[in-house]
């Protein structure tokens, strides 16, 4: 399934307590399975569906964008309300849920597929993710400077069925060694 940035979630993803008044995020961090169980945990965060972003192939699954040609990074796309929870504390869950130093690698995971990235689809988003960026590389909260890519978003592609909530359907808190 193909959902442009200007497309909401199907309403099969959406969970109960969704509002008329919602957003949408979208984060790479490494394998998504964490990153999902991690979005998942925030009061808020109404849905997460994880999927394929930032590449150059159309509808490509988990065995074409693992071999790195297609350009894709695996994504969280997190539906989100707003008067809940704010863009920049979902910013926050994701600098804290991985190394945003690393250059497509994240722990034992390498290829560009598995990249630091923010996709925004707003300005408002844009703007959030490059002064947060900043504002962590002055603080030098991290030894080395981040290398998180910040970039609009295009089409996202679900990934299978068997991806979403992966780490919840088999009782796993972390992916995490």
Known sequence: MIMSEETDLPNSLKGPDMTEKTEIAYFAAGCFWGVEAAFRQVQGVLSTAVGYQGGDTLNPSYQDVCTGRTNHAEVVAV????SIVAYAQLLS?????????TLNRQGPDVGTQYR???FYRTDEQKELAE?????LDQAKVFPNPIVTEITKA??????E????????KRGLATCHI
């Open 116 to 118: 630091s990235a923010i």
């Open 79 to 82: 539906t989100f309300d707003p």
């Open 93 to 101: 869950v994701f600098w804290q849920n991985h190394n945003p130093t």
């Open 161 to 168: 069925d068997y991806h979403q909530q992966y780490l919840e």
């Open 154 to 159: 295009g089409d996202f592609f679900m990934a």
């Open 131 to 135: 002064s947060s960026k900043q504002a």
